[in-house]
């Protein structure tokens, strides 16, 4: 009876513990972009590791965030564009609150 005393409580000791940390963890955006050719540039994002189409993506000039191109995710969880002239940063949004930020020197 003891035994399983002790092993009801550990469970119950673990649950409360893992699974805020579950929680916290849970539903995390990401995001990459690598450069098709030496003009386009294609990104990819979702949560979770899963890609998500119909997620949006903005690419901001680094000048005082001016909206560069803007768009969607297709249905592979993708955007391309061409590289702006200007140095830039990507952002793509998965809820509010939950973003990724990729500046122009991450991309190869």
């Known amino acids: 009876m003891r035994k399983t005393c002790c092993a009801g409580a550990l469970a119950c000791g673990l649950w409360t513990v893992c699974l805020p940390q579950a929680w916290a963890h849970g539903y995390e955006p990401f995001g990459r ?57 990507v952002l793509i949004e998965a809820k509010p609150g939950k973003t990724v930020e990729i500046d122009d020197g991450e991309i190869k």
């Open 33 to 89: 972009c690598a450069h098709q050719d030496a003009k386009t540039i294609r990104c990819t994002g979702g949560m979770d590791g899963r890609l998500l189409p119909g997620l949006r993506i903005d690419v901001l000039a680094d000048d005082g965030d001016r909206i560069l191109v803007r768009g969607r995710l297709d249905a592979q969880g993708a955007f391309a564009f061409e590289k702006p002239a200007v140095p830039f940063y």
